[in-house]
């Protein structure tokens, strides 16, 4: 089965401080996602990463960035955490292919004070 | 800009019954994903539909995709408790090959089984 491990379920974190946020998935996955969801609002994807050191934006990108060193491992980054960013975040991965499935880590759920 | 909608956002079925939940999107899409949530956890990929006509079912769930009308359904048959979770639905918007970005996700929709 795949595996799509998130660092934290939960977080808490004062505003202004630099956040990171850690993914790593064990199926070699090209392809790796970052989503926020909120109440009434859904999924909104932040990034997306289709290679190691490639990133493209989502429809939410502001105040955030992402690193893909590793294949295995795709990390969000909060540059100066905001009250509004508190949020759930969840991970995701698939392999290259629009007929994939993504898999979904289980969330680490982000309050920013 | 691809918007995808699902009605009803809340759905309160009894145990036994069958209901249909609809996706729509406004822009061409290809293909279409149905996910599944508990709360509390993280989506689960239930179907993949990559072409119009496309019909897949699993238990009590079965899902298919109309392109031409920009419509899918997931239809819920003969419900039972442990189908209670919110259901997403997704589509593709533009062009991006293999990557799947940009996946456009519907706001979900509650689904609570009662006895």
């Known amino acids: 089965d795949v595996k799509v491990t998130q660092s934290s379920r939960y977080l808490v974190k004062r505003t202004g401080e630099k956040v990171f946020l850690e993914c790593v998935q064990d199926?070699?996955?090209?392809?790796m996602f970052w989503y926020r969801q909120d109440p009434g609002l859904g999924l909104r994807l932040i990034y997306f990463?289709?290679?190691?050191?490639?990133?493209e934006k989502g429809d939410i990108p502001e105040g955030y960035s992402v690193s893909r060193e590793k294949k295995e491992r795709f990390s969000l980054i909060l540059e100066s955490a905001s009250t509004n960013q508190t949020s759930m975040y969840l991970c995701?991965?698939?392999?290259?292919?629009?007929?994939?499935?993504?898999?979904f880590g289980d969330g680490t759920r982000l309050s920013i004070l | 800009e691809l918007k995808v909608e699902q009605n009803p956002l809340f759905l309160s079925m009894q145990e036994g019954k069958n209901y249909t939940i609809y996706c729509n999107y406004s822009?061409?899409?290809?293909?279409l994903y149905w996910y599944r949530q508990d709360p509390g956890k993280s989506l689960e990929s239930l179907f993949v539909l990559l072409s119009n006509g496309a019909v897949k079912q699993e238990g009590r769930l079965m899902a298919s995709l109309d392109t031409k009308a920009r419509l899918s359904t997931l239809h819920i048959t003969a419900a039972v408790h442990d189908l209670s979770a919110t259901y997403f639905c997704?589509?593709?918007?533009?062009?991006?090959?293999?990557?799947?970005?940009?996946?456009?996700f519907g706001k979900g929709t509650k689904l609570s089984v009662k006895p």
């Open positions: 995701a991965s698939s392999l290259w292919g629009g007929n994939q499935p993504q898999h």
């Open positions: 822009t061409t899409s290809d293909r």
């Open positions: 199926m070699d996955h090209e392809n």
């Open positions: 990463s289709y290679d190691v050191k490639m990133k």
């Open positions: 997704a589509a593709v918007e533009g062009d991006y090959g293999g990557s799947q970005g940009n996946l456009i």
